[in-house]
Every structure is written in C-alpha cells, then in structure tokens.
C-alpha cells in the first residue's frame, strides 16, 4: 500500500487536506503513521494466529506444518513491506 491509496481512504472517510509547509495539499503526517501501525497491527495478529494454530498440530504430517509455516513466512513479508510504503 502506498501513501496515495492511505490517503484515498483517509479521504474517503473523513480526513481533510492541509496545506502543508512546501505548499502542497495533503493529510495530516500522523495519519500515514496511523495506517501503517494498524496494518502492522493486523499482520502481527494474524502472524500469531498461524503460529499458535502451529503449534497447536500433533499428529498431522511435516508437509502440512510445513504448509503453514510457509504462510506465516508470506505474512511476515508483507508486514516487511509496510515498511516500504512510498509517496507513489
């Protein structure tokens, strides 16, 4: 997610444009960082929903928790990418 769709949905649910110091028309800073800390939120959640289910397995083959560990890996990057969230 980039900054242009944070601020599509910041618009798009009450937040209003500023006029910023370099006279640019954007959303308050803080709500970028808000955005980013609640997906991070959810990623983190979901993260350790997947490995509790994990740990949670007896008796079920390698491959399959092996499945699962490979998704806990694809959420963990894309919380990585929540990091890289660009002006684009």
Request: glycine fraction near 4%; aromatic fraction near 4%.
């Amino acid at each position: 997610m980039n900054n242009e769709r944070i601020k599509e949905i910041a618009l798009a649910n009450g937040h209003s444009l500023f006029t910023m110091p370099d006279g640019t028309e954007d959303i308050h800073p803080h709500v970028y960082e808000f955005a980013r800390a609640l997906m991070t939120d959810i990623v983190n959640d979901e993260i350790k929903e997947h490995q509790d289910c994990i740990d949670s397995l007896s008796g079920v083959p390698e491959s399959v928790k092996e499945y699962a560990r490979d998704s806990i890996l694809d959420l963990q990057g894309k919380l990585a990418e929540l990091d890289e969230v660009t002006d684009d």
